[in-house]
Nanobody
Framework: QVQLVESGGGLVQAGGSLRLSCAAS????????MGWYRQAPGKQRELVAA???????NYADSVKGRFTISRDHAGNTVYLQMNSLKPEDTAVYYC??????????????WGQGTQVTVSS
């Protein structure tokens, strides 16, 4: 079983910054892609940013130039540095990981979500 524990959400004024963290723990063979999704009230969950195990990154157009995704050296923790935050960034942010629990299997895991609220 794999657990994803998120931290770093909160309330910030527009133009401010927050850094989200997500640490994976448990028994697994390897972690492939780790990323962040968000879901605002009344909207579908959307990809914010993702980082593959080979370092390729992908961002939603709405956050390019403002958000930066990164992983620690071991590849088991993913960060999302969010700068120049806007009220429209307000949402619950979910960590996602594509994990190989064994060499021949692949599973998708989600964190519990962390609230980010940006006031105008």
């Amino acid at each position: 079983q794999v657990q994803l524990v998120e931290s770093g959400g909160g309330l910030v004024q527009a133009g401010g910054s927050l850094r989200l963290s997500c640490a994976a723990s448990g028994n697994f063979f390897s972690i492939n892609t780790m990323g962040w999704y968000r879901q605002a009230p009344g909207k579908q969950r959307e990809l914010v940013a993702a980082d593959s195990s080979v370092g390729a990154t992908n961002y939603a157009d709405s956050v390019k130039g403002r958000f930066t995704i990164s992983r620690d050296h071991a590849g088991n923790t993913v960060y999302l540095q969010m700068n120049s935050l806007k009220p429209e960034d307000t949402a619950v942010y979910y960590c996602n990981a594509v994990v190989r629990p064994s060499w021949d299997k692949i599973s998708n895991y989600w964190g519990q979500g962390t609230q980010v609220t940006v006031s105008s």
